[in-house]
């Protein structure tokens, strides 16, 4: 009852502010039609305001004071009555965006792909052996992985999962832009100034200061990608970076309308995407009659027309597709239960069949019985497959996180521990391979070239893999350097509005 009373108070103040400024505005005079219409549209509302208060006074009264006392039910009904009125009140929804579980399995996945590299750049400097130089020769099938898990990563963190929205950090572009170089950048430079003495004693001893001057600009801007005759300048894997660099400008341009993509749009781009690098492929294999080659066995002289080779394996346009492909995946799986989609129902598809198919083919291709070129392999066949192994294990670390898949495997500390100095990994297997492989370095150091000794090649990779974990330990991790790179990208983009 007195809660009643309270409210009868306030609602009576609130009548009578009302009708005074009723009767205020009554007095103004009008000088126009539009004020009249206005005049009478005031009038209108408060004739409602007013009218609604009445009836809710009314009807609050007539069911409080109707009875002397109160009963026991009758509060009871009345509580009811009150909860059901605020129930019926509809909840706020919230737009915020839904938060995406960690996905360890993909920094596992990139250290395997790494490992296979780095081993497949040396591996003839520790055997003749024919099969295993096949087996580890197909860098350039695997190497499409990278850009496809890049796009992958790059698609989960910057759209939102389960809306057709990109994230609000790719609205400034050039911020965007530079925090992505500035991922990898500060490592690259550090490479690049650590082994200064070895790059530049090699590159002067074959082509003089000149040419070594040009090298060092195209090197160190990353931009070696664009020269098919020199993308491997320098540290040789790192035209991967430069690859990736433009397909990082690309990226927050693309990346909002792919976000607002249906599933059904998103496999039609996959199509296209997958199409467009297929005619290249064709265009070198038709072009030049190589439809059965294998092109890691061959050298520089061996090979049909190096040109046209280097132009399909290096230049950034094709990285480009390859990156956008894996950001059609990832939003693929991060639109399942959107719009009635019935894939969370399901239970997820192990990963292991796609990566047997990855197995087999390498291992076909060894042996002879799929006479298919690396680049037609790697479209048609290998990066199709790794696609839906990547989705599969996302499916499963989401959908399966208490159980024991085969995406848990990935997820084991000591692998994802591997996948996190995997970088450092690939920045520094190129180098020190050259300290001791790459005659004019070696003989000038160790009087020596260590080739022929595979138990070496093992000493090799062991070193290789504690420089890395030193360098992500005293390095990456380093506060001083995490703030230097900070202020940096910083710098850049007020350079860049």
């Known amino acids: 009852i007195m ?18 400024f009723s009767s205020k505005t009554s007095r103004v005079r009008v000088t126009s039609k539009v004020d009249q219409r206005r005049a009478n549209v005031i009038e209108a509302r408060l004739n409602r305001t007013t009218s609604g208060l009445s009836s809710k006074l009314t009807c609050n009264f007539e069911s409080v004071y109707s009875l002397r006392l109160p009963s026991r039910h009758c509060l009871i009904h009345c509580k009811a009555a009150e909860d059901a009125e605020v129930s019926a009140v509809p909840e706020p929804v919230s737009t915020a965006p839904a938060k995406k579980p960690r996905l360890p ?64 950090r790719i609205e400034n572009k050039t911020e965007y832009i530079m925090s992505r170089l500035m991922g990898y950048y500060p490592l690259y430079l550090l490479a690049q100034l650590v082994f200064l003495p070895v790059f530049v004693y090699a590159d002067n001893f074959y082509n003089g200061p000149v040419t070594t001057a040009a090298h060092a600009l195209i090197t160190f801007t990353l931009s070696q990608a664009w020269f098919p005759a020199h993308a491997e300048l320098w540290n040789a894997p790192t035209w991967f970076l430069s690859a990736l660099t433009f397909a990082m400008v690309v990226m927050p341009y693309a990346l909002g309308p792919i976000a607002k993509m249906t599933k059904k749009s998103l496999k039609v781009l996959l199509g296209v995407l997958t199409g467009t690098s297929l005619l290249a492929k064709l265009a070198y294999s038709y072009d030049l009659n190589c439809w059965s080659v294998l092109e890691g066995m061959l050298t520089a ?14 230049n950034p346009f094709f990285a480009v597709l390859e990156v956008l492909m894996g950001v059609a995946a990832c939003r ?14 399901k239970s997820p598809a192990s990963p292991v069949l796609p990566l047997l198919g990855m197995v087999a083919v390498i291992v076909a291709r060894t042996l002879g019985y799929l006479p298919l070129n690396d680049p037609l392999t790697r479209v048609l066949l290998f990066l199709p497959m790794f696609t839906v192994f990547i989705m599969r294990v996302h499916r499963e670390t989401v959908y399966r996180p208490d159980a024991k898949s085969f995406s848990s495997l990935f997820a084991w500390k000591p692998l994802v521990y591997l996948g996190t100095i995997s970088f450092p990994f690939y920045i520094l297997h190129g180098p020190i391979g050259q300290i001791f492989y790459k005659k004019v370095i070696a003989m ?15 000493v090799y990779l062991a070193i290789v893999l504690a420089s890395s974990a030193l360098v992500h330990e005293v390095f990456i991790k380093n506060k001083t350097v995490q703030g230097w790179t900070k202020s940096a990208t910083k710098g850049l983009i007020g350079m860049f509005p």
């Open 3 to 20: 809660a009643c009373v309270s409210k009868y108070v306030t609602l009576s103040a609130l009548t009578v502010k009302a009708d005074r």
């Open 301 to 314: 002289r061996t090979a049909p027309n190096l040109m046209v080779w280097n132009l399909n394996r290096f």
């Open 444 to 458: 000038k150091i160790w009087g020596k070239v260590m080739v022929g000794d595979p138990k070496f090649f093992i």
């Open 105 to 168: 399995g993909l920094d596992s996945v990139r250290f395997f792909l790494i490992s296979y590299i780095a081993v497949g750049h040396f591996i003839a400097c520790a055997t003749k052996d024919v099969t295993v130089l096949k087996f580890f020769s197909q860098i350039n099938v695997v190497v499409g992985c990278f850009f496809v898990l890049s796009g992958y990563v790059a698609g989960y963190v910057a759209t939102e999962l389960g809306q057709y929205a990109a994230s609000p």
């Open 332 to 345: 693929l799986v991060m639109l399942d239960g959107v719009d009635g989609d019935k894939e969370k129902d």
